[in-house]
């Protein structure tokens, strides 16, 4: 590999937990928005799942920026957690706090109460948490971890929604973070690469359900973007080379997908509703 390819990379590293800590990542990733907010969400009221860190955690500074008040949920991440709720304050918003399990129902009702509650209504659910775990092979994923990859990632999706639904009102969007891997699959990750392939079946179901009530519901599929995840699911070796092989020859920082996020939050995508977006560094899916 050359050295212009090695400098776009990132060095060596894992962790052994997750969905991994940002706080133990080096370099940390880019999660600042680019560019002065523009008043998108202004007076809006948004839940991130998975907002602690990574693309939630760039969402939610980026969604403060333009305006919106925003709950973040996250399962045990206290520290990276409260800064990116630092990150929102600095923006001049607040953030709630709100740390549980989304594959259990009774959470996501709770999570949802709790919103109502400290702001009085919901806008945007933006459904972003996440699992994945590394297995070559079909018969090496346990019961368990299917169960549990599911539980996270879908149905985690689908409570979280149910939940929202009653409060949600004309003019309110639901953005489900999908994935490259639900378009082109990944022998490494064949249950993780299931559940975003579901997560892109629920948003375009979904979506036709809720249009007559003028509700929005798209999704993002990212590609290899640097977040916790990443060092948390794969051995050293491939972390140094994660997104190398990307037409634009590196990993996408968080601050790269948010904007998608934002993009189908708000009413500049106003006719847009069962679409996915796909900021993943150049691979063309379903060309």
């Known amino acids: 590999m050359s050295e212009e390819s090695n400098q776009n990379t990132n060095p060596p590293q894992m962790q052994d937990h997750q969905p991994g800590r940002e706080t133990e990542m080096h370099p940390k990733p880019e999660y600042m928005p680019k560019f002065p907010g523009n008043g998108r969400l202004k007076d809006k009221v948004a839940i991130i799942t998975g907002g602690d860190s990574g693309i939630g955690r760039a969402c939610a500074v980026l969604f403060a920026r333009e305006g919106a008040q925003v709950a973040l949920v996250y399962l045990e991440e206290t520290e990276d957690a409260t800064i990116t709720a630092e990150a929102v304050k600095a923006e001049g918003k607040e953030a709630l706090l709100l740390r549980g399990d989304v594959g259990d129902k009774a959470f996501?009702?709770?999570?949802?109460?709790?919103?109502?509650?400290?702001?009085?209504?919901?806008?945007?659910?933006?459904?972003?948490?996440?699992?994945q775990?590394?297995?070559?092979?079909?018969e090496d994923i346990s019961e368990e971890q299917m169960?549990?990859?599911?539980?996270?990632?879908?149905?985690?999706?689908?409570?979280?929604?149910?939940a929202a639904l009653p409060y949600l009102r004309e003019g309110a969007s639901i953005v489900n973070t999908t994935s490259i891997t639900a378009y082109r699959g990944s022998p490494s990750l064949m249950d993780y690469a299931s559940t975003k392939g579901a997560i892109v079946a629920f948003t375009r179901s979904l979506s036709g359900s809720l249009a007559k009530k003028g509700i929005r519901v798209n999704g993002v599929a990212p590609g290899p973007i640097w977040t916790p995840l990443i060092p948390a699911s794969f051995p050293a070796d491939k972390v140094a080379q994660f997104g190398a092989n990307?037409?634009?020859?590196?990993?996408?920082?968080?601050?790269?997908?948010?904007?998608?996020h934002l993009f189908l939050a708000c009413d500049e995508s106003s006719y847009m509703t069962g679409q996915v977006l796909h900021p993943n560094g150049g691979e063309i899916i379903g060309g």
Do not use: W
């Not at 990859?149 to 929604?161: A, I, V």
């Not at 990307?246 to 998608?260: D, F, I």
């Open 108 to 131: 996501c009702e709770t999570v949802v109460g709790q919103v109502i509650e400290n702001f009085g209504k919901l806008d945007v659910l933006v459904n972003n948490a996440a699992e």
């Open 133 to 138: 775990h590394m297995e070559t092979a079909l």
């Open 147 to 162: 169960r549990r990859t599911f539980e996270t990632n879908f149905f985690g999706y689908m409570f979280m929604t149910q």
């Open 246 to 260: 990307e037409p634009l020859g590196r990993p996408g920082q968080p601050n790269e997908v948010a904007t998608s």
